[in-house]
């Protein structure tokens, strides 16, 4: 599986932003999906995830009410990120794994990464 984030960019404090996770190979439905973010000088934190069905979702309560993922039929996952606030700034990693129904929280679970999508967001 290939993974190709993208939609970051600049926002303001409060803006809304979708980001995009594009997944190449014909078992999409087999994997769980997750986000996760890394700000300069901090480890990477997870986000949220997505189970293979999209029937089922988990999130870091750091970004509970905030952030939802959905994923659909065309191989995506999408994150959309609403109230935004300056400590979200950093990049995002999507990532996909076929070990878990619903992926947890731990980057060792997953199999596969995306390349990152910078989101900044100013005061």
């Known amino acids: 599986v290939q993974l190709q984030a993208s939609g970051g960019g600049l926002v303001q404090a409060g803006d809304s932003l979708r980001l995009s996770c594009a997944a190449s190979?014909?078992?999409?439905?087999?994997?769980?999906m997750g986000w996760f973010r890394q700000a300069p000088g901090k480890e990477r934190e997870f986000v949220g995830s997505?189970?293979?069905?999209?029937?089922?979702t988990y999130y870091a309560d750091s970004v509970k009410g905030r952030l939802t993922i959905s994923r659909d039929n065309a191989k995506t996952v999408y994150l959309q990120m609403n109230s935004l606030k300056p400590e979200d700034t950093a990049t995002y990693y999507c990532?996909?794994?076929?070990?878990?129904?619903?992926?947890?929280?731990?980057?060792?679970?997953?199999?596969?990464w995306g390349q990152g999508t910078q989101v900044t967001v100013s005061s």
């Open positions: 997505i189970s293979r069905s999209g029937g089922s």
């Open positions: 190979g014909r078992t999409f439905s087999t994997y769980g």
């Open positions: 990532a996909a794994t076929y070990r878990a129904a619903l992926p947890s929280q731990w980057p060792y679970e997953y199999n596969y």
